[in-house]
């Protein structure tokens, strides 16, 4: 069965401080796709990043970065130096090779502190 | 290009009626995808719909429904409302299905609460 698991209910930190989001899949598929999701106040899901299974590198975009590794079933998120602005839920999700259902984490709720 | 549109934004419905919700997709996308988003579950798959047939369905009673229509936009209805149903429903678009979610927007979502 899939599942996507978000230990962290809610973190905050203070503005500059770096800090990593958890999150755990499960899947049977050996083709899969993992997301991450930023829900700000406003409600409107805005897509981060997309990665798929075959693909263990890291990214980094700007602050930004990932740590995929297949071998913990781990997909963590890592904000850098973080700002005010970054405050949001941040989800993240799975879907498999044919199917456009994505299934999502409970949501970690990011506070920075000025 | 505009991105996913839903009306209405806001609903107000006391329990046992039903509403209707619309999304209006990408500009050729041909995909559309439901979600429910309440504090206790989270974001749960609805539906998804394909040249005007659903697709894909997730775990949710009859009484939620959907439909495409050929110009790709798509509406989802939920009957006789229960104060559960209160949440915020998302739609999201993709170019077309069965790509593990490639290309899958949302939209801002119709907030909807049952009194």
């Known amino acids: 069965a899939q599942k996507v698991t978000q230990a962290q209910t809610e973190i905050s930190v203070v503005e500059k401080e770096d800090v990593t989001l958890d999150c755990v899949y499960e899947?049977?598929?050996?083709?899969?796709?993992l997301f991450w999701y930023k829900q700000p106040p406003s409600g409107e899901l805005v897509f981060l990043i997309r990665?798929?299974?075959?693909?263990?590198q890291n990214e980094i975009s700007g602050r930004y970065s990932w740590n995929f590794q297949k071998s913990t079933s781990s997909f963590n998120f890592t904000i850098t130096a973080s700002q005010v602005v970054d405050s949001a839920v941040y989800f993240c999700?799975?879907?498999?090779?044919?199917?456009?259902?994505?299934?999502f984490g409970k949501g970690t709720r990011l506070h920075i502190l000025p | 290009k505009a991105g996913v549109t839903q009306t209405p934004r806001y609903l107000i419905k006391t329990r046992g009626q039903q509403v209707t919700l619309s999304c209006s997709p990408i500009?050729?996308?041909?995909?559309v995808s439901w979600y429910q988003q309440t504090p206790g579950q989270g974001l749960q798959f609805l539906f998804e719909?394909?040249?005007?047939?659903?697709?894909n369905k997730g775990n949710f009673p009859g009484r939620f429904s959907g439909r495409q229509f050929s110009n790709s936009r798509s509406e989802m209805n939920v009957s006789t409302l229960e104060l559960g149903d209160s949440a915020l429903y998302l739609c999201?678009?993709?170019?077309?299905?069965?790509?593990?979610?490639?290309?899958?927007?949302f939209g801002p979502g119709t907030r909807l609460t049952v009194t």
């Open positions: 990665r798929n299974s075959f693909d263990e």
């Open positions: 899947t049977r598929d050996t083709t899969y796709y």
């Open positions: 999700a799975l879907s498999e090779a044919e199917d456009d259902k994505i299934i």
């Open positions: 719909y394909f040249s005007e047939t659903q697709r």
């Open positions: 500009s050729g996308h041909r995909s």
């Open positions: 999201a678009s993709s170019l077309n299905p069965g790509q593990g979610a490639r290309e899958q927007y």
